[in-house]
């Protein structure tokens, strides 16, 4: 029981840490926006007055700031996050609503496609650690760990849409492979060299340890005795009688 209360005490300390976290986020961009110079409706071409009286009435722009403040409040408390100064024609959660899918479906198939890549480099990386392609794919994980997601993106740009007229440059078209490339390999690409480089890290460390030094003193094939590093593997291997453990 005190373990369950304990870790209930956990649970309940860490929601309200995010809870907290989230205030002080969303007070920051409210005071932040209203510190910046300007407002959302300033052109070079004034709006009339009457115009103007309405914009600030439907924002509540006509309001004290704690006014403002406190019903911005109780609006992201019930989950609304208003209407979109851009898209007047929209409120905020229609936005992520229609956006929301298609950013998801991008997110999933980077991470699926650095996963599938990322964990054979690895091993490749560890069979041959030391070697060319060690290094090699090393030096490119770590380039592609060293370059953020927004700069990787306007090279992939530059590069295959502007330059070479491969790939849309943006956009989206639905059920076009073409305008998911771009997206996907940006998105991909640290996250394959992280795999990588910790999966050959974790290779190079049981490949290195002293149960598989005894599989290859008594014979066990190179191949063999890479396999038998997988978690699985080594499982299997252990349930075996006869088999060679740590």
């Avoid at 309001?63 to 109780?74: E, I, M, T």
Wanted: with cysteine; charged share 15%.
């Amino acid at each position: 029981m005190s373990a369950r209360a304990a870790l209930l005490r956990r649970l309940a300390g860490s929601l309200l840490t995010a809870l907290v976290t989230l205030w002080l986020l969303v007070t920051l961009c409210f005071l932040l926006l209203h510190a910046a110079p300007g407002g959302p409706f300033d052109s070079e071409k004034a709006a009339p007055p009457a115009v103007q009286a309405q914009l600030a009435q439907r924002y509540r722009l006509d309001r004290s700031l704690p006014q403002q403040y406190l019903a911005y409040l109780a609006d992201v408390a019930r989950g609304d996050l208003g209407p979109s100064f851009q898209y007047p024609d929209f409120t905020v959660n229609e936005l992520i609503a229609r956006s929301l899918p298609v950013s998801a479906g991008l997110g999933g198939l980077a991470l699926l496609l650095a996963l599938m890549l990322g964990v054979p480099m690895g091993v490749a990386a560890a069979a041959r650690e030391g070697g060319r392609l060690d290094r090699l794919l090393m030096l490119l994980g770590a380039a592609a760990q060293a370059l953020p997601k927004f700069v990787i993106a306007p090279l992939l740009i530059l590069l295959f849409a502007v330059e070479l007229h491969w790939l849309p440059a943006g956009g989206w078209v639905a059920g076009d492979w073409r305008y998911r490339v771009l997206p996907v390999v940006a998105l991909m690409l640290p996250n394959l060299a992280w795999c990588a480089r910790l999966t050959r890290s974790s290779m190079s460390e049981a490949l290195a340890s002293d149960w598989l030094r005894a599989a290859r003193a008594r014979a066990a094939t190179a191949k063999r005795a890479c396999c038998s590093c997988m978690p699985c593997r080594r499982r299997r291997c252990r349930s075996r009688p006869g088999s060679v453990r740590p």
